[in-house]
């Protein structure tokens, strides 16, 4: 009898303690969204960064102004701020490029709206004047082989419009621009255009990184918009033998040296024990960066600006870390992951160890959820957390993926989590001129920022072993 | 022995029916879904009705080729097309709104970006020219009483920002609109401005229908954008004299005839059940009516050319319905509702029932889910049909609601679901010169109409009951 009294007691006491810590956390989540929704900051710093910096490729200008910007920034509300150095490459687009179909009886002479990618060889000022052949996949490619040779291989395949996730159609489609030209200029090709990576039709093109292969000749490679893709295709089934003048002036620089920009709160706690919130900081040479990945930036610098303003002290340490480079090498998020190792290595002094990453960096849209790369009992622990979460439309944890900047934290088996807004818009802006402040509505990316303080503070309260 | 194995017998048949149904439901819907988001007409169909046609308000010339164009639209994939003569309101807004602070020191003459009500008086041309009260709701003005005589009332409660759902906020504001000029107008005010129905701060203002009260004086009422309510609240802390000028030219003409457009595919089964898809063909007089309600309209003549160009022979009587006058009267809706009473009610001859009314009145914006206005067991019966509804971002089935134009309907026990898109951005356009096509993203409608196509063809396969 005295047995089950004692149980009893213990059970209503842990019950209540556990009412006490539901109502608690349900209290503080609420309070981080009434804080951002009311005098949130994030849009203001995005205006900032997005309309005064801009573009911001590394190696740029704008790179370093948005290094010493966020800096700056951050140190009004962390502990400590500092620069971890890194060099990154350094790739400059020059002056604007051309693409003429130079012999089309249908069209006369026809302009098409193009863009270099990122980190393409230039023509140079002669140019590149040749026919073009249209395929649709490297299937084709090969059966045509060295047919393509001294042509200019255009890479046609559209998004798949039935998929749903529209991260999933670019997934389906990006290896026309990352693999491309270098599958084109095994067979002898002298230039690759491949079709932008976009959602729909427009009228701008869609640069992006490309990755030559090595011991290939590099040859110069454009996007070509959407819609003039299209054009060109047609215009192909009935001229076949289209000339295309082709001149970009892109040209690969020395190394530059930049920085990872990282801002801390100590924990008081488990100062050891880290958790982080992140974006990255530079974007393509085209538009602002506002949704890629300005977005990210600003809700990730955010989430400690909440915590301090709300006079949160975290248990664990929260950094949010603005990664360089995300766009064209990763020379950021390696870097990184390579100084955690090193801490987590450290013998004799303090160990640190990251138990957890977060990235925003699929544009300031509004919340759907969190994609996780963990194992199944960090996944089942998160998950646990819906009933707090879904309120604020944080309804989607069952995706695969945590972001590009914290993917070399996973040889650490530090559990990778993204942040998961709707993904219906963000191929209508990503890598173009229309990436711009103007895209980016106020709630939606506060909202995110929110959610990803709410997430962080669940983490910083209840870890996630 | 054999009663077991009989059982076992049935049992396994059933389920194979039940397999073979449930793929059979999820291929249906994925061809609807590939359907539209690869030959989809919605956004076409859109630019025509949102810049082509244009602003719609009821009894205005473009209401009624918005009528002409619906019934001409549908002709070419429904069975019959009729219109539904119903008589509306005809109100017109006149010349620019003139909204002037006259007697500012820090200012100087300082012109507020305002706009009339919806079925507001004017001014005319000799304006109204009297001091400025702010109140934030009606027990202030109560409190207030008789010193705003003379006076013109500025209702200055902004939206609440901190509520997720911006529908939410809304209705938290919205009294101020409707019913605040009449109140101001029981203590003898002689006009009133009312901070614009908007999430943020916007440089324009947002109309919208107000509603005198009867036996009560009907004086001018304007809309005064965010933005600029928020510099004459800071101004009048500084200058509580503040004298302002307000100049409206709008009238209220004679009921003008109009129409409710109806376009049917015949059931092939149950030809007296009607399940009704809709929007509000109206729109008001600013902007192009493009999320509201353009986008309704068109998701749900998409559904019934869905199902066409599908092949697919609906059991039940599938029919779109463009009400007209949501805005400012409700006429259409409710006149739908009497004649389907009247065809419920007919004795001898086919009695028509309506086993539900579905509405799309909240924009063109990403996948929620349904609202639903129904008993419980209807509304258990459309969540068991969540997981074929779930991978399309359909996640939220839980609020209660259905839409303006159907809510008559609900007179005769008619299960009402309401199509809901995301929220955050809608307040951003709504009523305002902002509701233009370039604000809405092809996917985004394109996803509702699809939502639309397949819980209504659920619906037609399994019933409601």
């Not at 801009?54 to 009004?76: F, I, K, N, Q, Y």
């Not at 998004?159 to 095994?186: C, H, L, W």
Request: proline share 4%; aromatic share 8%.
């Amino acid at each position: 009898m005295k047995r089950i009294f004692l149980y009893a007691l213990v059970l209503t006491s842990s019950l209540s303690v556990c009412a006490q810590s539901s109502s608690q956390y349900e209290g503080t989540i609420k309070s981080l969204y009434d804080l951002e929704l009311t005098q949130g900051q994030s849009y203001s710093m995005l205006e900032y960064l997005a309309t005064r910096i801009g573009a911001r490729l590394s190696g740029s200008p704008g790179a370093a102004a948005a290094v010493e910007w966020s800096r700056h920034t951050m140190e009004d509300f962390v502990d400590s701020v500092w620069l971890q150095p890194v060099m990154v490459p350094h790739w400059v687009r020059g002056q604007q490029e051309i693409a003429r179909v130079i012999n089309s009886k249908k069209q006369g002479t026809l302009e098409l709206s193009v863009c270099a990618l990122g980190g393409a060889v230039g023509t140079g000022p002669s140019g590149v004047t040749a026919g073009i052949v249209e395929v649709k996949n490297f299937e084709e490619l090969r059966q045509l082989g060295t047919r393509v040779q001294g042509k200019i291989v255009f890479f046609n395949r559209a998004f798949d419009a039935t998929r749903i996730n529209t991260f999933s159609a670019y997934m389906g489609a990006v290896d026309q621009r990352a693999a491309g030209p270098s599958e084109a200029a095994k067979y002898g090709a002298v230039g690759a255009i491949v079709r932008s990576m976009g959602s729909g039709i427009e009228a701008y093109p869609h640069t992006g990184g490309l990755r030559y292969a090595p011991n290939i000749p590099k040859i110069p490679a454009v996007a070509i918009s959407t819609k003039d893709a299209e054009l060109l295709s047609r215009l192909l089934k009935e001229e076949k033998d289209l000339q295309l003048y082709l001149e970009t002036h892109c040209v690969t620089l020395d190394d530059a040296p930049s920085f990872n920009v990282i801002g801390e709160i100590k924990g008081s706690t488990h100062p050891d024990e880290i958790i982080v919130v992140s974006g990255h900081l530079d974007s393509w040479d085209l538009g602002q960066g506002a949704h890629d990945d300005g977005a990210g930036c600003v809700q990730a610098i955010e989430v400690l600006r909440l915590f301090k303003v709300l006079g949160y002290k975290p248990k664990r340490t929260i950094r949010a870390v603005m990664y360089m480079n995300e766009e064209n090498g990763l020379r950021g998020g390696t870097e990184y992951a390579k100084q955690a190792e090193k801490a987590q290595a450290l013998k004799g002094g303090k160990k640190q160890k990251h138990i957890a990453a977060m990235e925003s960096d699929r544009g300031g849209f509004t919340p759907r959820g969190f994609t996780m790369s963990a194992p199944e009992n960090v996944k089942a622990k998160i998950r646990s957390w819906k009933p707090w979460l879904e309120p604020y439309g944080l309804t989607d944890f069952d995706q695969e993926g945590g972001g590009a900047d914290i993917g070399p934290l996973a040889n650490l088996n530090v559990p990778l989590i993204g942040y998961l807004p709707d993904s219906q818009r963000y191929f209508s802006y990503h890598h173009t001129v229309e990436d711009t402040f103007d895209k980016v509505n106020k709630r939606e990316l506060e909202l995110g920022a929110a959610a990803m303080a709410a997430l962080t503070y669940l983490i910083d309260q209840m870890g996630l072993e």
